[in-house]
């Protein structure tokens, strides 16, 4: 069974930093695209940045590019997701999604976390 566990979201100051963990079973983890992703309330679902386990390849939103890293532990099979920087607009549930050598694009992805909330206070 493909399991997907999110963690370390939490309230935050702007300007503050937290580190998403997305701890992954049930898979071959080197065959898959993590992605971590996005919805505040009324908007809808989108990309934040997404890494091909298999060669590293990493894909970052304009919106987070320099402020957001991910990173994989192959040996953990978990993904992070390092956020400085951090900024109002960023609030919102973050997922953790998989799937075999995808894009970042949440209407691809067939795997799911329960997602953790993240809130940036101003």
């Known amino acids: 069974e493909v399991q997907l566990v999110e963690s370390g979201g939490g309230l935050v100051q702007a300007g503050g930093s937290l580190r998403l963990s997305c701890a992954a079973s049930?898979?071959?983890?080197?065959?898959?695209?993590i992605g971590w992703f996005r919805q505040a309330p009324g908007k809808e679902r989108e990309g934040v940045s997404c890494?091909?386990?298999?060669?590293?390849?990493?894909y970052y939103a304009d919106s987070v590019k320099g402020r957001f890293t991910i990173s994989s532990d192959n040996a953990k099979n978990t993904v992070y997701l390092q956020m400085n920087s951090l900024r109002p607009e960023d609030t919102a549930v973050y997922y953790c999604?998989?799937?075999?050598?995808?894009?970042?694009?949440?209407?691809?992805?067939?795997?799911w976390g329960q997602g953790t909330q993240v809130t940036v206070s101003s």
């Open positions: 890494i091909e386990i298999s060669d590293g390849g990493t």
């Open positions: 049930g898979f071959t983890f080197g065959d898959y695209t």
């Open positions: 999604a998989a799937e075999v050598n995808m894009l970042c694009d949440p209407n691809e992805y067939d795997y």
